[in-house]
């Protein structure tokens, strides 16, 4: 089997996702504490001792939270843009007293392996090829990625405003794919959360509804996936059920284009079962 991927955490709570070849294991994002991270991929059947590294989308906290204490832990290098390392920094602290112990553990924030990239230049962690390419979310410099492992590719994207001529240029031919399908728009209309934060979910920065990753499918998707996964749905303005029956209307006239493009969803307290191409 030559790739492995299990998504351990999805949506506004944590995010992080293992991803596997034969030789080397990644962690993409890193926003469940240590210990939870650990607690996950041990019952996944992965080695927390086996990664190799930890990629970087953005630096908001349900993304980066249990970062410093893992890197310190595991020992190993973190990969993320310089603009995000800064807000990442900046973000440490301005945590207060009580949150900062919480998320470093009492230790200085600080990444002692960092290996800083470019969105756009891809480049390698063992026999894993990545490519990181800019997304349109309100974060400094957010990127979505694509992993080539003995020649399969899994884009994973999430936290995207919009679809853009770019996002949809690095998704092309994926034959694993993850992607964002956040929110109803009815739900989030009527939803709990305050004017202001509608319109920053809504906006071109915020995040995926699932009718907009429904016409992606329609229009511009080319079916090539073994597997679609839905991710950082919002546990107040979506449904799993609404969001898989969005998708599935959308694909379904793809589905024997190329390939199965059989449809998993990645929710927020338990791991996925782990795939394997
Ligand atoms: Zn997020
Ligand atoms: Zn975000």
Redesign the pocket.
């Known amino acids: 089997m030559a790739v492995r991927m299990t998504v351990l955490a999805s949506g506004?709570r944590g995010?992080s996702t293992v991803l596997s070849s034969s030789k080397t294991s990644i962690l993409v994002d890193a926003g469940l504490s240590c210990r939870e991270t650990i607690k996950r991929m041990t019952a996944a059947g992965e080695d927390p001792l086996a990664l190799k590294g930890i990629v970087i989308t953005h630096e908001?906290s349900?993304?980066v939270s249990g970062l410093n204490v893992l890197a310190r832990k595991l020992r190993i290098p973190v990969y993320m843009t310089g603009a995000t390392h800064d807000a990442w920094r900046k973000w440490t602290r301005s945590l207060g007293p009580r949150r900062k112990q919480e998320t470093e553990n009492g230790s200085k924030a600080r990444i002692e392996q960092l290996e800083l990239f470019k969105s756009g230049s891809s480049f390698q962690i063992g026999d894993i090829e990545v490519m990181p390419f800019t997304i349109p979310h309100d974060a400094v410099d957010p990127v979505g990625f694509t992993f080539k492992i003995d020649g399969v590719k899994i884009g994973i994207c999430?936290?995207i405003g919009h679809m853009t001529e770019n996002v949809r240029y690095y998704l092309r031919a994926c034959d694993g794919l993850m992607i964002e399908s956040n929110h109803d728009l009815e739900m989030l209309r009527g939803g709990p959360y305050p004017w202001s934060v509608k319109q920053r979910v809504m906006s071109a920065v915020g995040h995926l509804s699932n009718d907009a990753l429904a016409k992606f499918f329609t229009d511009d998707y080319d079916g090539g996936a073994a597997f679609v996964m839905l991710a950082?749905l919002s546990e107040n303005n979506n449904h799993p059920e609404l969001a898989r029956v969005c998708a599935e209307q959308a694909l379904e006239p793809r589905r024997s284009l190329l390939a199965s493009n059989v449809l998993k969803l990645a929710l927020q307290d338990v791991p996925t079962e782990t795939i394997t191409l």
């Open positions: 506004s995010n908001h349900d993304h999430t936290d950082h």
